[in-house]
């Protein structure tokens, strides 16, 4: 059974840091693609970070900067850091797994960036 569970979100105030985790079983982890969507109230979802089994990484504009993706294939887990953070980035972070048409989702966690 495929399995994504993120953790690390909550409440912070603007210029703070927090360090989200996906922890995933039941595919190979090493393979996939693997990313963070964030989709704040009335918007669409967004890619944020994203990095390819081989280690290439691409970032938002937005987050440019101050967010950085890993992920340590021993553990089966992807991060994210989320620096210098602003009232803007507030939304339910998604975690996403990609092989070819295998694509794989998690249930989400809510960061709130306010004072």
């Known amino acids: 059974q495929v399995r994504l569970v993120e953790s690390g979100g909550g409440l912070v105030q603007p210029g703070g840091s927090l360090r989200l985790s996906c922890a995933t079983s039941?595919?190979?982890?090493?393979?996939?693609?693997m990313a963070w969507y964030r989709q704040a109230p009335g918007k669409q979802r967004e890619v944020v970070a994203a990095?390819?089994?081989?280690?290439?990484?691409d970032y938002a504009d937005s987050v440019k900067g101050r967010f950085t993706i890993s992920r340590a294939n021993d553990k089966n887990t992807v991060y994210l850091q989320m620096n210098s953070l602003k009232p803007e980035d507030t939304a339910v972070y998604y975690c996403?797994?990609?092989?070819?048409?295998?694509?794989?989702w998690g249930q989400g966690t809510q960061v709130t960036v306010s004072s």
């Open positions: 996403n797994a990609g092989w070819f048409d295998h694509v794989y």
């Open positions: 039941g595919f190979s982890f090493s393979a996939y693609n």
């Open positions: 990095m390819s089994h081989a280690g290439s990484i």
